[in-house]
């Protein structure tokens, strides 16, 4: 059970959010008061993971969103319903591929079709298995955010006995499983299809043969082993596993899950899970199907692939809440995922912290924030962004956090690594990011005749103005500039003196001239916080040339 902190506000607006944890919330407490003792029951929310490579963000996700769902949920219930969350890794699935982010693919290729908790494990370290090294990955990056979860393993569930009694139940139904499953395969497939995986007792295998015998009675299953000889075994203390759509429902049953989340590529399988479930006694919980995640060519990440982001890249560049707030944006479309996202999720992230203070309870209930931070957002700090770090990070040359704590602090006097903990961090995220994403693309270019004399005007117009200049001067005093240069002028546009406006065109030039970019922050804050002797240092390199033959 989270310990989740709610105003009074908040209380009275979760009815009207139109948030979409809310959204699920608000069904899941339906399909409780229409369940049999639903009033009562611990609701339990799921999350499933499949070990068969390293935890990819999707994997991440999933754990998120389940959460944000349950927050939700414990406002709408105002704390009084016991929840919790179990996030279950199907570690007993056997290894039907070796996947291409292991060390030594061919030391691997003995072990295909072993449980993954058999295989060794290719990284080193103190874990066993290949499936306990990515389980323990898991669990590593959920601690690191501080999820309120309980870890479970398929593996140690088959063989402790917790599936026992819904196997031996589907031994007894196997008929019905096998109406279910069988109209969904071809030919082939139904022909030597069973929803039963024996787990060989010669090689270890896990393998997908066909029944010869399904004893009720017994609670037993007879099939040809690898080697052609008859095996009879219990499907029992983990001699047996569930193919994946039935393990789904028997899962579901055995547990009396009430909501879990999964991809869209599970859809079109949802109706044979709530089936499978039903059949082996219990009730389909609650499901949220959210879009896939794609990589920069639009294609599906894949933990075997290896491609899109993994969690620890993720981290390497910017927070865990800036992750979590790509993961509430709009889960039911599908996005891109890749290196080019993480400044904008940053930004978009400080955006919605600072608004949250000054926000009505409904407000803040429809904040992304308040579902990111289990509904106590952190303080916001310093209105600086990521791309205005970026900047600052590539014309300080800097390569330690120290260097930009010192423009920093000129800018605000009394802001301090220690008084502004997510700004620090920035700062470091900042550093990281410049160095492996924008600096390698950088171009400065050389000004033409037109510039030179408008980089001449700005230098002199900044060079009259006050040294503590704000940035809202600053950027008038740009604007300005721009207003007296006719390639600038924009007549669809009036200044606040009645004469033409100013086209982007203005500043671009300025980013691509001393930024060597196309685009970049608010200029007027950007001078502010590097400083307007540095800037017109700048555009002294910039007309003598430097900048572009640099």
Not at 57 to 62: K, L, N, P, Q, V
Not at 231 to 251: A, E
């Amino acid at each position: 059970m989270t310990s989740l902190a709610f105003t009074a506000d908040q209380v009275a607006a979760s009815e009207a959010s139109k948030a979409w944890p809310f959204e699920e919330a608000r069904r899941l407490i339906k399909r409780l008061e229409r369940l049999p003792g639903g009033a009562d029951k611990t609701v339990l929310f799921e999350t499933g993971y499949g070990p068969s490579g390293l935890p990819h963000i999707g994997t991440f996700g999933e754990v998120a969103r389940t959460t944000m769902v349950r927050h939700a949920f414990e406002l709408l219930t105002e704390g009084k319903r016991k929840t919790r969350l179990l996030c279950f890794s199907d570690d007993m699935d056997g290894m039907r591929k070796i996947p291409d982010t292991v060390p030594d693919k061919k030391a691997l290729e003995p072990y295909i079709q072993m449980p993954l908790t058999k295989v060794p494990n290719p990284f080193g370290g103190d874990y066993p298995s290949f499936g306990d090294h990515n389980n323990a990955m898991l669990r590593r990056f959920l601690d690191t955010f501080g999820f309120d979860y309980e870890f479970a393993s398929a593996t140690e569930y088959y063989k402790a006995g917790r599936f026992d009694e819904v196997l031996l139940r589907a031994v007894e139904r196997y008929d019905d499983i096998m109406a279910v499953m069988l109209p969904t395969l071809g030919a082939e497939r139904q022909a030597s299809y069973s929803p039963f995986l024996p787990i060989s007792p010669t090689s270890g295998r896990v393998l997908y043969v066909p029944m010869k015998e399904v004893d009720a009675k017994a609670g037993t299953i007879t099939f040809a082993d690898e080697d052609g000889r008859d095996v009879t075994l219990p499907v029992t203390g983990g001699h047996v596993k569930l193919q994946w759509k039935p393990d789904f429902g028997m899962r579901w049953a055995a547990l009396g899950v009430d909501f879990e989340m999964f991809g869209k590529d599970h859809q079109t399988n949802a109706p044979i899970y709530d089936r499978i479930c039903e059949i082996l006694g219990g009730v389909a919980p609650q499901h949220y199907v959210y879009e896939l995640f794609l990589d920069e060519n639009g294609e599906k990440i894949s933990k075997s692939k290896g491609n899109g982001i993994t969690i620890d890249q993720w981290l390497t560049y910017a927070s865990p809440e800036s992750l979590a707030l790509f993961m509430f944006q709009k889960p039911r479309s599908a996005k891109k995922l890749y290196f080019d996202v993480i400044p904008r999720a940053v930004d978009e992230y400080l955006q919605f912290l600072s608004a949250y203070p000054k926000q009505d309870g409904k407000q803040q209930l429809d904040n992304p924030v308040w579902h990111i931070h289990a509904a106590q957002p952190p303080k916001p700090e310093l209105p600086i962004t990521f791309g205005l770090l970026l900047n600052l990070v590539s014309v300080s040359h800097a390569h330690s956090k120290d260097v930009l704590w010192g423009f920093l602090a000129r800018y605000a006097p009394g802001a301090t690594p220690e008084n502004n903990p997510i700004l620090d961090r920035l700062a470091g995220y900042a550093i990281r990011y410049y160095e492996d994403f924008v600096k390698p693309t950088k171009k400065f270019r050389a000004p033409d005749d037109v510039e030179i004399s408008a980089l001449q005007s700005l230098d002199a117009t900044l060079a009259s103005l006050p040294a503590g200049a704000d940035g809202d001067t600053i950027q008038n005093a740009l604007l300005d500039v721009g207003r007296a240069i006719p390639r600038y002028q924009d007549p669809t546009k009036v200044s606040p003196s009645g004469g033409p406006g100013v086209k982007l065109d203005w500043f671009q030039a300025i980013y691509e001239i001393l930024l060597g970019q196309e685009r970049g922050p608010r200029l007027g804050t950007f001078v502010a916080l590097y400083g307007i002797p540095e800037t017109r240092a700048l555009i002294a390199k910039a007309l003598s040339g430097s900048l572009a033959t640099a």
